[in-house]
């Protein structure tokens, strides 16, 4: 691992892009601070930090959703400074955000057409260039699709689409794998390889250590906004890399999260043996069926009981029932069949505060559409589902619930200006841990279901996310966790479950010896 300012890591290509002691603030908060790094034709360059490091910030500056406080960017040997998306699109800078950019009730076609026609629009010849291109990068979609109708997945294939028929010169990707199963990565990932191989750049943001080993030719890491490493072999000085970017050591982390994040631990730390809980149903989900509004069938007669202190893990391709089930599970949808019960109360068709108010914690697939209010403060985020306790007299006690926010911040390591800043200014990860304190400290939290938990984050967050939803299971909370790393499910669960076109297709103990099964089942053949 080189030193950032070292004049050794030069490489002999011209830049394609320069940023030259970049510095960027939101009023108080420095989000960049001297950042300088070059991004050269041919290679794939990802950026590793911690969530809240200044990535996303990276990236936008880079697409002129910013324009930078100090510093300087030269692009193809001028002076570059952007003076919007539009204008970074103009000049071949492409761009797959964090959060989606979509238009929910327009078609895909419409979609990828926005901005780019004038006139008479081509739907037609739109849909066959995205249908080739669909089908040569390997990420199906159907033209005349709704947003709205797509799992979180297809969505994210709209981006990604959207982006590569514009044939751009530097491709930015901000997090892009985050809600793409192991087949849709790894075509992602030849996409980024053939790209650059091309002769074009690729800036890959991304918190997959597996990832940076295939692909990355050389990283840089940010931590609290500022470059705190470099590597030109980052396959090599992974371990090196992730000690750089959370300022500790891959010691910390316990034998199995190592693992899962994709590195060897040096040692196994001990943690004693788990409380023994007396075994009990607690979530009880008895022939739920949900037909859509055309008629199609997207979860079919799922019957499955989460036991006391047990975690089950629902694995599947997107878009086979999972959006559905935990939709139903959070009374965002009513079922067409079927009962759901948390012991010995049927919770089937009553309303989120009631499926609150009984137990049951939920951390939705899709953060920022259903699991937060984007225009609020943190701490009311917080605070969401409980707001009435920092209530008097129809006045809210802000400085009551700043106050206790600020604990919940520090115990989740969720990193803000404060708890009165607002919620969308939050880095993604950082929404994520907040969404997940508010649905873990339920005071009489009985099941959490958990869809996606740790989509976005970084290392250290992944293992702390893991950790509190272990706590919780070890306190007797029956945990159902929806999630597309199979990695994660078989190192967390003690069950896993497989959906396929909304069918239970079997079950089986999470072991990892039972990968080839489960992945059998995921494909359609059952147990």
């Known amino acids: 691992m080189t030193d950032p300012t070292s004049d050794s890591a030069r490489i002999a290509a011209e830049p394609l892009l320069s940023l030259n002691a970049i510095t960027k603030r939101f009023g108080s908060f420095t989000a960049l601070s001297d950042v300088s790094l070059d991004l050269r034709p041919g290679e794939i360059h990802c950026i590793l930090g911690e969530n809240g490091a200044g990535k996303s910030t990276l990236c936008n500056l880079i697409f002129g959703v910013h324009r930078p406080d100090g510093g300087s960017m030269r692009y193809r040997g001028a002076p570059f400074q952007p003076s919007g998306p539009a204008d970074s699109l103009a000049q071949g800078i492409a761009m797959v955000h964090q959060h989606f950019s979509l238009v929910g009730d327009m078609s895909v076609v419409d979609n990828v057409l926005l901005g780019r026609a004038r006139g008479v629009l081509d739907r037609k010849a739109c849909a066959a260039q995205l249908d080739r291109l669909a089908g040569e990068y390997g990420l199906p979609l159907d033209p005349l699709a709704r947003i709205e109708d797509l799992s979180v997945g297809e969505r994210q294939r709209v981006e990604i689409v959207k982006c590569l028929i514009r044939d751009p010169s530097l491709f930015v990707l901000d997090e892009p794998t985050a809600v793409l199963l192991p087949d849709e990565i790894a075509a992602l990932l030849d996409v980024c390889r053939r790209v650059a191989a091309s002769g074009r750049a690729v800036v890959l943001v991304t918190h997959k250590l597996a990832e940076i080993k295939q692909v990355a030719d050389r ?222 400290t339920l005071p009489n939290l009985a099941c959490l279901v958990a869809a996606q938990p740790t989509r976005g984050l970084d290392v250290g967050a992944v293992a702390a996310v893991y950790g509190h939803i272990r706590a919780a299971c070890s306190r007797g909370v029956a945990i159902l966790l929806v999630s597309s790393e199979l990695d994660e499910l078989l190192t967390v669960a003690d069950r896993i479950v497989v959906l396929y076109r909304g069918q239970l297709m079997g079950a089986c103990a999470a072991d990892p010896s039972r990968r080839e099964v489960i992945g059998a089942m995921m494909a359609g053949q059952p147990l």
């Open 219 to 440: 990283v840089t890491v940010l931590r609290a906004g500022r470059v705190v490493a470099t590597s030109d072999n980052p396959a090599a000085e992974i371990d090196a890399l992730v000690r750089a970017m959370i300022q500790g050591s891959v010691e910390a982390l316990d034998e199995s999260t190592a693992s899962m994040l994709g590195f060897e631990p040096v040692r196994h730390v001990d943690h004693g043996p788990a409380a023994v809980q007396p075994k009990a149903e607690v979530l009880q989900i008895d022939g739920l069926t949900v037909t859509d509004h055309q008629g199609v069938t997207r979860l079919d007669n799922f019957t499955l009981t989460v036991d006391r202190g047990e975690i089950v893990g629902v694995a599947g391709v997107e878009g086979n029932g999972q959006s559905e089930l935990t939709a139903v599970l959070a009374g965002m949808m009513a079922p067409t069949q079927g009962r759901i019960y948390l012991g010995d109360q049927d919770l089937t068709g009553r309303s989120p505060r009631e499926i609150t108010a009984a137990g049951v914690g939920i951390v939705p697939e899709d953060r920022h559409a259903v699991g937060c209010v984007t225009g609020m403060s943190l701490a009311e985020n917080i605070y969401l589902n409980r707001l009435d306790e920092f209530t008097r007299f129809g006045f809210l006690r802000r400085a009551a619930l700043e106050r206790d926010a600020a604990a919940m911040m520090q115990r989740f390591d969720v990193r803000a200006r404060g708890p009165g800043a607002p919620f969308s200014s939050l880095s993604g990860g950082n929404q994520q841990k907040a969404v997940l304190a508010r649905e873990i």
